[in-house]
């Protein structure tokens, strides 16, 4: 009989990163077990071992069934082996997709349409790594570091769990890569650092060399040593002194800015912060505070107040069980997003109604709680409309999203409940019969695009069943139709009447296990609040297409879009005027 | 009323009666002679760039010894606006340099990021240059290695490359490659050097009296802080170009002392016998680099334009502007202050920048110039390119523009003509 699981050996963090013995910090995980074709090549991750800098194609190596071939490995193999270079890459994002569908409840698609995505372990030589959704793949460069020695980006956790995450988030939304407003772009940056950060802390190996030990064993930890501030300064701060110590071109900076960028309320408007990794940044500084406070909330509750020190081990659960916790939830928060244009409020709105539908009860640690406080901090507030709705007892909790209020009841005569679970022209159906009712925008193009069933199980045992359908629309005109069809809306100043302009909209439908809609979070099309706003920042930074149009491409080339997003041309440099035609 | 002594103990004395630029045929490049006429008291000669990346040795030469007779053996100063090959590829050539060297300035005027104390050698940083000034020229070098492994290996490199793709990548890195011995000769070159930045002191107050000559650009990363586009060069902010430039030349560079195989005992497989699937992925990652190899020189070229040194010199109420091959980003500095405009629009002869590319005459500077006009052609504009050497350069409607509103003089359109005198 096939074994569940199959154990393998990774760098927890990257090679530069020792344990106390002086050798490189490793840690074994768990990832789901499958027949492996040499590569590895498996039903989801295709490793491929070419070097394009240099032309060449590794072999790939046999996989051996039964044990994991570098858990005794000495740290040499480690770093220059390429077959534990093409394994390393193949447990993490297998680790990383396992990971996601077991938050979701169900199997997560690659966004690009196929099954097997392509890992290049060593794809050019470069400090860079990307997912190129054109190529189905994820490319990790090398180079030199500053002493001469070889440097893989393949073997730094974060780096391969950052990347990987792009791909995931891809799959769940791939409207996300449509030009946008900037909350857009910095939210996929500031999501694959939410996921790759949580999975460090969630491997207590390496939590366990960040806090500072204490005891002739080393088992233990001082109380006072346990406080928010000392937590944040040794392991949020310590994380970040170690991480990219071997990239530190790559990407060293973005952790400890993320850690050390004190909130400030209204940051978020600065237009300096307009640069996806710096508004990125922000995120994930909301959500790495909130894990601190939550980890110290879950201190306090077992803490003694007569003894001096405690034991390592119980610390380090908590803060990996908070960080599981946290990553679960930004996870689940994905199936509440909205379908386009995705601001953090709608991502707070998302986390808060995502697990409140699974724990009604915030619980001992109030996790919601905590999320909404560090948010607000940053002048980040719930897209719902928060505490009026309370008030008005639309929404039983602040933050969450509002519940479907239908002035006409809907038609679900119409439907089949089974069908609806798991076919899109049934959703459509659904989607058109009910089209008054639900508010769409009827002169738009609108297709389903997915119709996704999921089961989730909360801590307490819960089970939650859900079927979870994205719609889209979109809808191409010139920019002097704007008033006309968005309410009024101002087109952006400057900007010809000729203009072509692609506006975009949807929904999403979460239906309960009856088949009766729960939420419908809605983008729409005609808001001209939120195209104004998506319009005039594509427009002031010159985000269009080859063809000079506004929202349909950001013309970079095919598969590069995350390649060149540091490249992007800046727009004010356009409306100082090139010379066009 | 006593006159005022200047420095050098000579009466100062009134400006130029006369500002002539004498444009030399240099293919696709730039070399200026500015004279500035001051009658009995002789004249005072500017040479800004000498340099090009399409025109043979011998005409660059025969543009030297030219040059040489026009300012009698001497001028005053040497303007260098950037290190790219198009502009002082003279000053590197056996030969030529010594000619230059002859001509003996006061000073050499350069941008700041040639400063030797801002160089990735230098022992010691001199009180001006900060640690992100150093960084960027760092990075700055770092690509021009890129750009020369490029240049050297464009076959190599650019395997996965259309043949036309390759020559284009291969000519602008060849632009960008370090030009050591070009600045060794300006460094050895002058009495006096000076290192500029926008609202600075090109130190020409002395040697063209009664001429007023600002400096627009290029900005310093403190002045470029509002621009965000530059400010990808700054090292806390915008990592990853930084990276990509700097890791990727030193990848490569190490790869090309011998390393062909970054495990040389792993077992490789023949590409062309490998699975379709795997035949694939390997197409779509070639062509990835051939976009990733584009996209730094690309940016490097850009980055190196921008480093242009910006003059405008004005008599009285004429202005004659000479702005390198400064771009957007360079210009978006000058242009934001209200005083600077005021004085553009005085400008009665430009030097088109950047051969006439699509955004080195940013519309809104264009819009400043009142005299450009239609019917008296008041602005003469002074365009020194060649077709076809630079993708898309010049710019047709731009050169349209030109040739409509203004009084235009191209190289393009010369033929066995080594130089042209203009009279402003």
Redesign the interface.
Known sequence: MMPATRTLTIIAQDPSIKNAANKILRAQVRIPYENLQPGPRGYRVHV?D???????????PAVKDGYDPFIRAPDSTLC?D?VFHAQNVYAIVMRLLARFEAALGRRVSWGFGGHQI?V?P???????AYY?D????L?F????GLEGN?VYTCLSHDVVAHEATHALLDGLRNTYTVPSHPDQAGFHEGFSDVVALLSVFGLPDVVRTLLPQTGPNRNRIRVSDLRAGRLKETALLGLAEQFGQEVS?????CLRRAVKRPPRPGALED??V??C??RGEILSAAVLNSFIEVWTTRLKTWLPRTEKTVALDRVIEDGSDAAEQLLTMCIRALDYCPVVDITFGDFLSALLTADMELLPDDGKYGYRKVLRDQFKAWRIQPASGAAEEVRARIVSEPGVWQKPLAKEPLDYDCVHRQSLEQNLDEVFRFLWENRKQLGVYEDAYTWVISVRPCVRIGPDGFVLRETVSEYRQSLDLEAGRLPEVCDGMKKPEGMPDSTSVRLHGGGVLVFDEFGHLKYHIRSRIDNPKRQYERLKYLWENGIHDRRKRYGFSDGS????RF?????R??G??EK?????? | MAKKKTKKGTRRRKGPKNVSVTMYDVGFGDCFLLTFDYGNNGNRHVLIDCGSTSARKAQMSRVVDQLAKDCGGHVDAVVATHRHKDHISAFGLKGLDAKLEALNPDVVIQPWTEDPAAAPDALEASSGVTNAAAAHVLSLEAAQQFAQHLADNPLRMLAAASPSTQRQLAHIAALSIPNKKAIKCLTRMGKHHAYVHAGGDCGLKDLLPGVRVSVLGPPTLKQSEGIRRQKRWDENEFWKLYADVAGASSANVASARGNSALFPRVPTDSIARAPSYVKWVIRELDSAQVHNVKRIVRALDDALNNTSVILLFEIGDKALLFPGDAQLENWQYALKDADLRAHLRKTRLYKVGHHGSTNATPQSLWALFKYRRTRRKLLTSLLSTHKGHHPGVPKESLVEALRDKTSLHSTESWRNKLREVYTV
């Open positions: 491929v070419y070097d394009s800098s240099q032309r060449v194609l590794y072999r790939p220059r390429p392509h290049v060593h794809a050019f030589a470069g400090a860079n190129s054109d190529a189905h793949g490319f460069g090398y180079f030199t070889p071109r790559y990407r060293a900076d237009p300096n307009e640069e990794h710096i080339p095919k598969g590069q390649a060149v997003l540091h490249d041309r800046d004010r440099a100082a005027g090139e010379w066009d035609g």
